[in-house]
């Protein structure tokens, strides 16, 4: 059964960094681009970054180019989010979702499993 866990989200201050990682099922995801999303309350699910399968290729939304990056270790079956410089703005629930239909898309309807979320919280 394909899975993805999300983990290591929580209270950061303005400036401060956080490493989020998602955890996939064993060999499920061979060959899958995953990404990262986030959510404001109220807002849309909105793009944050992904990366091939293969690693060498990265994709990232305009407000978090340059502060985060976003990497995978296949061996491990994990993919992380390495968060700097965080802003309030950056608050929301994160969430990782895999896909094989678009390569680095940053459409959420083209991702096909998806991860419960880690909340991620940036104080003033």
């Known amino acids: 059964q394909a899975q993805l866990v999300e983990s290591g989200g929580g209270l950061v201050q303005a400036g401060g960094s956080l490493r989020l990682s998602c955890a996939a099922s064993g060999r499920t995801f061979i060959g899958y681009t995953m990404g990262w999303f986030r959510q404001a309350p109220g807002k849309e699910r909105d793009f944050v970054a992904a990366?091939?399968?293969?690693?060498?290729?990265?994709r990232y939304a305009d407000s978090v180019k340059d502060r985060f990056t976003v990497s995978r270790d296949n061996a491990k079956n994990t993919m992380y989010l390495q968060m700097n410089s965080l802003k309030p703005e950056d608050t929301g629930v994160y969430y990782c979702?895999?896909?094989?239909?678009?390569?680095?898309?940053?459409?959420?309807?083209?991702?096909?499993?998806w991860g419960q979320g880690t909340q991620v919280t940036v104080s003033s």
């Open positions: 990366i091939t399968w293969s690693g060498r290729g990265t």
């Open positions: 979702a895999a896909t094989t239909v678009i390569a680095l898309t940053d459409g959420v309807r083209d991702y096909n499993y």
